[in-house]
């Protein structure tokens, strides 16, 4: 039996993946494992801890069985927000709350998985926690289907992402040659301002597929106009033209090609816009203007909830996360987060190291330029390459009645 260790409390934040919630079971099992006497849960994250809401996570994960259906459930098992802590000067009240209800559930360590913004909450706290002398460690587990966190090769969440977009186009692709008749297919992927995601689709050109016509990603600025001409010549060539666009694309003049429509604006917390609409804007305009049969495909939350068809490498990494902050935590580290490492693509190769939060809270890491074509309008064999290895393999759902089940917790609601 390990020392016994102090309670720990662990939160989810932010768009959830198909595998958060492995990252969650390797918190908890490892912390269980490594002598915690209480596994605490934020419920919908410190949003929710800051109106007294929590759960002990051992009257609700009890069995193998319910680690297992825990790491195959998409969502966020304890429910997730976006929720910006203010900044420690303008806001110590909301700091004396927190603090004041982790000292009542004798809190020694927090982990929160989420991305950049998710990781500002870490970088806060752990910085509020030092200047007021508490010993509370705190940890950041990356999770992210958009792959834009810095200092990591990858964030879990973006490998099962990739899977299903790469499934999914080619399964488009083959549906849009159904018919004797010319199309044009738009698809609309997530990913806010990096093309991580968008250039997935890429994976879809194999042996058994042409993959995608053109790919475009918000590295680069978008032209409506070049784009118009694109696909027109495309259209001329070929039946079926199928085109990866990224939510996140913008114009020349710094707007979202989304905000081209009159759709309703949605701002959260951290200032980000709710991108939507990127495919419909331009699929009714290639039918309005090329006049052929169009179709928009708006991926949405189906590419990060997708849990059928996860990637193993994917979900394997999601718990190690999880475990190697227990790790770190209990060995004294804090106002750190968890970072991938590639040690090598093949045979492939990873690591888990630890990095300063504060060089990570906030910041996008985009696609390199160079992984990127000349013309902006597909991804290079480089991007492909790192891609690949993190799609690999598959976790089988655990089937009832011919459909997976999931591991759910009664108050999110
Ligand atoms: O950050 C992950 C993500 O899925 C983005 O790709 C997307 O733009 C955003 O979340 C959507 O957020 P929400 O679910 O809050 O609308």
């Known amino acids: 039996m390990a020392d016994l260790k102090g309670n720990v409390i662990v939160g989810q934040s932010g768009g959830p993946t198909a595998v958060i919630n492995s990252s969650l079971a390797g918190v908890y099992k490892t912390a269980k494992d490594r002598g915690a ?9 410190i949003q929710g801890l800051l109106q007294g809401r929590y759960v002990d996570l051992s009257e609700h994960i009890k069995t193998d069985l319910d680690i297992e259906l825990l790491k195959r459930t998409p969502s966020a098992y304890l429910g997730s927000c976006r929720f910006k802590l203010p900044d420690i000067s303008e806001g110590r009240e909301t700091y004396d709350a927190i603090f004041e209800i982790l000292a009542k559930l004798e809190i020694e360590y927090f982990f929160y998985i989420g991305g950049n913004d998710s990781m500002d909450t870490i970088k806060k706290l752990s910085d509020y926690s030092l200047l007021n002398g508490s010993n509370i460690r705190f940890m950041g587990v990356p999770k992210t289907i958009d792959n834009d966190l810095a200092a990591t090769d990858h964030t879990p969440g973006f490998g099962s992402a990739a899977k299903y977009i790469g499934a999914i186009t080619k399964e488009v692709i083959r549906d849009g040659l159904v018919y004797d008749q010319q199309n044009v297919t738009i698809l609309e992927i997530m990913g ?11 994976l879809a050109k194999c042996e ?8 475009f990603m918000p590295e680069v600025t978008f032209d409506v106009d ?28 710094g707007r979202y090609v989304c905000e081209l429509t009159d759709g309703i604006e949605f701002v959260d917390a ?32 189906l590419q990060r909830c997708a849990s059928h068809i996860v990637s193993r490498v994917d979900i394997t990494e999601a718990y190690q996360v999880g475990g190697a902050a227990v790790k770190e935590a209990f060995e004294g580290e804090t106002g750190k987060m968890i970072i991938l490492k590639r040690v090598s693509d093949d045979p492939y190769i990873c690591v888990t190291d630890i990095y300063d939060v504060h060089k990570v809270a906030n910041i996008e890491k985009k696609v390199p330029r160079e992984w ?8 290079t064999d480089k991007f492909v390459s790192y891609v690949k290895p993190l799609i690999q393999a ?16 009664t108050d999110v609601k």
């Open 208 to 215: 058994d597929c042409v993959g995608p016509d053109m790919i």
């Open 226 to 253: 070049a784009f118009m001409n694109k696909v027109a010549n495309l259209h001329e060539k070929k039946k079926s033209v199928v085109v990866a666009v990224s939510e996140g694309v913008k114009i020349a003049d």
């Open 270 to 301: 951290f200032g980000h816009k709710q991108l939507t609409g990127t495919a419909r804007f331009l699929a009714e305009k290639i039918n309005r203007e090329v006049g052929c049969k169009t179709r928009a495909i708006e991926f949405n939350s």
């Open 37 to 45: 006497k209480k596994v605490y849960g934020m419920v919908h994250g």
């Open 192 to 202: 806010r301002n990096a093309g991580w995601l968008t250039g997935a689709a890429a």
């Open 372 to 379: 990127i074509n000349e013309a902006g309008d597909y991804v």
């Open 394 to 409: 598959e976790l089988t759902p655990i089937m009832t009645d011919g459909l997976p089940r999931h591991l759910y917790y």
